[in-house]
């Protein structure tokens, strides 16, 4: 099990930039990615952007490719979502989740990711 605590979110103006950053704690598995997802009012949660934690690689799905830059820093167990040029569709509740199952890495599939964060609500408005 992996505990973790989302923080950075807030109210922003479209092109604005947030910081979102996901703390780990309470490690007791094994876990093998970090991912971003997020969920619109009335939408589906969607995979967002993901690392691996054994070389670093990154994913992203394509509304975010470019604007949207994921990191971590290993000593600290975080892992950051730095997001610029922001929309009002990237208006969500932003959660990370630690991939527990042992597949490949950054799918964005669900079942994979054994440990959530609370959430964390972004909102792009002007």
């Known amino acids: 099990q992996v505990q973790l605590v989302e923080s950075g979110g807030g109210l922003v103006q479209p092109g604005g930039s947030l910081r979102l950053s996901c703390a780990a704690s309470a490690i007791t598995s094994d876990y093998y990615a970090v991912g971003w997802f997020r969920q619109a009012p009335g939408k589906a949660r969607e995979g967002i952007s993901c690392?691996?934690?054994?070389?670093?690689?990154?994913y992203y799905e394509d509304s975010v490719k470019g604007r949207f830059t994921i990191s971590r820093d290993k000593s600290k167990n975080t892992v950051t979502l730095q997001m610029n040029s922001l929309k009002p569709e990237d208006t969500a509740v932003y959660y990370c989740a630690a991939q527990t199952v042992a597949t490949i890495p950054c799918l964005f599939y669900e079942p994979d990711f054994g440990s959530w964060g609370q959430g964390t609500q972004v909102t792009v408005s002007s």
């Open positions: 690392i691996s934690r054994s070389d670093g690689s990154t």
